[in-house]
């Protein structure tokens, strides 16, 4: 029977040559068209099918190998970057881990019967990938579904929680701001209002809950009373209960201020929803063994975070699992110069090889032992 750690061996310089080229060559979400030929370019290499269609997702792809009836595999692969700072999430490293395990478990199809599927996930930075991806039917080709992200500790699990995102726009009457005040209705006063409430709300909020804003549109001129004014809100909190309620209630404040104004509002979703992570508990315990036979033995059980990814929307499809790996120094938080910088050094490259081989580990597991598959769904299906 291969090993793993031989195979890998072998699969090293396309593994860091493709994280070299996502770095070198950042590209903000929807826009990854040099990173999607390149992954096609290296997966036609190891032979395997490509479907480059994916409808809706210009820069997605979908790769599979398969040997017959068995476990199917699904691994997801990030590869967009952020605008005007690069791979500061370390999204090179993602896409690199993902090319790689995939490309590392599919050699043991030569002697097991399985799949292996490689997701090209492109636009995590604004959640539209994955659900894309789940909602033409992608994810329904496999049994499970791993990634792991960089960060600057260890960690088997993450809550990420609910988000949801809003352009509430509020609709008034325009007049001279000093001639005829009185004929006009302000929709900026509107604004200001559910801004301004929204903020004292904060105080009865269940902790975790974040709500942020951004005015994006205030009025044209100072000597116009507004008769629109715009914000893009952000609502997020681990508990989907409490997050509708949450959600509800913001909602109704944004009514609620257009009615104290008299104007008007139009709410509109401005991303796709991200749900929270729905961790596998039997698939963390066999990323758990892997960590430990590569020598990793500090980490964190469970994380808990403000953060989300919309790899927790393919976690309620499928089992899942989302670890952190250290891959990047103390300092290096997400979305900083710090992070970039680290995100392609030595020690970031040697981390990558280490959790690609825990991933394609836990890969090989139910590949060789398919009745994990009942305690996977198991446990699947009792998790909230």
């Given at each position: 029977?291969?090993?793993?750690s031989?195979?890998?061996?072998?699969?090293k310089?396309?593994?860091?040559?493709?994280?070299?080229?996502?770095?070198?060559?950042?590209?903000?979400e929807?826009?990854?068209f040099?990173?999607?030929?390149?992954f096609?370019?290296l997966?036609?290499r190891?032979?395997?099918?490509?479907?480059?269609?994916?409808?809706?997702?210009?820069t997605?792809?979908?790769?599979?190998?398969?040997?017959?009836?068995?476990?199917?595999?699904?691994?997801?692969?990030?590869?967009?970057?952020l605008?005007?700072?690069?791979?500061?999430?370390?999204?090179?490293?993602?896409?690199?881990?993902?090319?790689?395990?995939?490309?590392?478990?599919?050699?043991?199809?030569t002697?097991?019967?399985?799949?292996?599927?490689?997701?090209?996930?492109?636009?995590?930075?604004?959640g539209?990938g994955?659900?894309?991806?789940?909602?033409?039917?992608w994810?329904k080709k496999?049994?499970?579904?791993?990634?792991?992200?960089?960060?600057?500790?260890?960690?088997?699990?993450?809550?990420?929680?609910?988000?949801?995102?809003y352009?509430?726009?509020?609709?008034?009457?325009?007049?001279?701001?000093?001639?005829s005040?009185e004929?006009?209705v302000?929709a900026?006063?509107?604004?200001v209002?559910?801004?301004?409430?929204?903020?004292?709300?904060?105080?009865q909020?269940?902790?975790?809950?974040?709500?942020?804003?951004?005015?994006?549109?205030?009025g044209?001129?100072?000597?116009?009373?507004?008769d629109?004014a715009?914000?893009?809100?952000?609502i997020?909190?681990?508990?989907i209960?409490y997050?509708?309620?949450?959600?509800?209630?913001i909602?109704?404040?944004?009514?609620?201020?257009a009615q104290?104004?008299?104007?008007?509002?139009?709410?509109?979703m401005?991303?796709?929803?991200?749900?929270?992570m729905?961790?596998?508990?039997?698939?963390?315990d066999?990323?758990?063994?892997?960590?430990?036979?590569?020598?990793?033995?500090e980490y964190?059980?469970?994380?808990?975070?403000?953060g989300?990814s919309?790899?927790?929307?393919?976690s309620q499809?499928?089992p899942?699992?989302?670890?952190?790996?250290?891959?990047?120094g103390?300092?290096?938080?997400?979305?900083?110069?710090?992070?970039?910088?680290?995100?392609?050094?030595p020690?970031?490259?040697?981390?990558?090889?280490?959790?690609?081989?825990?991933?394609?580990?836990?890969?090989?597991?139910?590949?060789?032992?398919p009745?994990?598959?009942?305690?996977?769904?198991?446990?699947?299906?009792k998790?909230?």
């Amino acid at each position: 029977m291969k090993k793993i750690s031989d195979i890998l061996e072998l699969k090293k310089t396309a593994i860091r040559g493709l994280e070299k080229f996502l770095y070198d060559n950042p590209e903000i979400e929807m826009e990854e068209f040099k990173a999607k030929e390149k992954f096609i370019e290296l997966l036609r290499r190891e032979n395997f099918i490509i479907n480059k269609e994916i409808e809706g997702l210009p820069t997605a792809f979908v790769a599979h190998k398969s040997s017959g009836d068995g476990p199917s595999i699904g691994i997801v692969a990030e590869y967009d970057a952020l605008p005007g700072m690069g791979h500061a999430c370390g999204h090179n490293l993602i896409g690199a881990i993902g090319f790689g395990t995939a490309v590392t478990l599919a050699e043991l199809l030569t002697d097991i019967n399985g799949s292996v599927y490689l997701f090209g996930a492109p636009a995590e930075e604004t959640g539209r990938g994955k659900p894309g991806l789940l909602a033409g039917g992608w994810f329904k080709k496999v049994d499970v579904a791993m990634m792991a992200h960089p960060m600057k500790f260890t960690a088997l699990a993450s809550n990420l929680v609910n988000l949801e995102g809003y352009d509430v726009t509020f609709h008034g009457r325009a007049s001279h701001a000093a001639g005829s005040p009185e004929s006009g209705v302000n929709a900026l006063d509107a604004a200001v209002t559910f801004y301004g409430a929204v903020g004292l709300m904060r105080q009865q909020m269940l902790d975790g809950s974040r709500v942020h804003m951004i005015v994006t549109n205030g009025g044209t001129a100072v000597n116009i009373i507004p008769d629109t004014a715009s914000l893009r809100v952000e609502i997020r909190h681990e508990d989907i209960k409490y997050f509708r309620k949450l959600v509800n209630k913001i909602m109704a404040i944004a009514r609620s201020a257009a009615q104290t104004a008299g104007c008007t509002v139009d709410i509109k979703m401005f991303e796709p929803p991200i749900a929270c992570m729905k961790n596998n508990k039997v698939m963390i315990d066999l990323y758990k063994n892997h960590l430990h036979t590569a020598g990793i033995t500090e980490y964190l059980e469970d994380f808990r975070t403000g953060g989300c990814s919309d790899m927790g929307n393919v976690s309620q499809e499928i089992p899942s699992i989302h670890p952190w790996m250290k891959m990047v120094g103390p300092d290096s938080d997400g979305h900083t110069l710090e992070f970039l910088k680290d995100a392609d050094s030595p020690f970031a490259i040697e981390q990558m090889y280490k959790v690609i081989e825990c991933l394609a580990g836990v890969g090989a597991d139910i590949l060789r032992d398919p009745h994990l598959l009942n305690d996977i769904r198991k446990d699947f299906e009792k998790t909230q």
